[in-house]
C-alpha cells in the first residue's frame, strides 16, 4: 500500500514495516527511498505529521497554531482517503 502524504512524502507499506519516504532524483530518475520506520500505519501518520509540524518555520504561536490547523487538516483528508480505500 502507498499513501500519497504531498509531492515530497509518502508512506509505503512493506511485509515487516510502515515506511516513511521521501524522493529523490539522480541522473534525472526520480526514486522513493525510505528514511523513518513505523510497525503500525497509525504510528506512521502520526509520526509523519509529528515531524512536518516539527520542521515548520512558525515563529510564535499564532503561527505555530496556524500550522497545527494547516496539518489537521491535511492529515484529516489523508486519514479520509484510508478511510474510504478501506
Known amino acids: 500500500m502507498i499513501i500519497d ?5 509518502r508512506i509505503k507499506s512493506t511485509e515487516l ?9 539522480v541522473k534525472g530518475r526520480t526514486r522513493w527511498h525510505p528514511f523513518l520506520y513505523y510497525a503500525t500505519m497509525e504510528q ?6 509529528q ?3 516539527r520542521l515548520d518555520p512558525a515563529h510564535g504561536l499564532h503561527e505555530a497554531l ?3 490547523n494547516r ?5 484529516g483528508r489523508v486519514f ?7
Open 51 to 53: 515531524r512536518e509540524l
Open 17 to 25: 514495516c510502515w515506511q516513511l519516504e521521501t524522493p529523490k532524483t
Open 66 to 68: 496556524e500550522a497545527v
Open 44 to 49: 506512521a501518520l502520526h509520526g509523519a505529521a
Open 5 to 9: 502524504l504531498d509531492a515530497k512524502h
Open 80 to 86: 479520509d482517503r484510508v478511510g474510504e480505500a478501506a
Open 71 to 75: 496539518l489537521t487538516l491535511k492529515y
